[in-house]
């Protein structure tokens, strides 16, 4: 029994590791009408990461915004997602996401383009650690629903290594290869 103990307590010290950056996005205060008069919170919007391709994000409430924060650090450790990209710095393909009345659209970006992106977004790109990106969110600024269009966006990224896996071929099949792409055009033009 004391060994399966250690094991836990082991893995409890691995995961404790600050291997992860967070982000706070957003801070509310919020109340709850009692009896009495009104009782005062907070809500925190905590975006999560290790800038290597593992993003999350949670949210927290507590009577005092240091508790708040950690709530929603905790949940953005246990909703990470992991996605692919391209050279460790940008996107495979262009992609939108939806969640409510946000939507975003994410486009990837030549080497040294930077992070174009407004503020939630750009804390998702910054902690999955996307260097080069050019987006824009569409209708609500809501950060709540700006942060959950994103990661539905995010989650529908496909790398050409599982598209080929998918589909029972090689990478090199699927990606058009440089030099065929101008013999294709020369060819319709003599037709």
Partial sequence: MAERDNRRGHRRDRDETP?????????NRVSKTVKGGKRF?????????DQKGRVGFGKGKAKEVPEAIRKATEAAKRNMIRVPLREGRTLHHDIEGRHGAGKVVMRTAPEGTGIIAGGP?????EMLGIK???????????PYNMIRATIDGLKKQQSPRLVAQRRGKKVAEILPRRDEAPKASSQTAEA
């Fill in 19 to 27: 291997e992860f950056a967070d982000r706070l996005v957003a801070i």
């Fill in 132 to 142: 080069d990106v050019v987006s824009k969110s569409i209708g609500s600024q809501n």
């Fill in 121 to 125: 977004m750009r804390a998702v790109f």
């Fill in 41 to 49: 919170g907070f809500a925190a919007l905590v975006v999560v990461g």
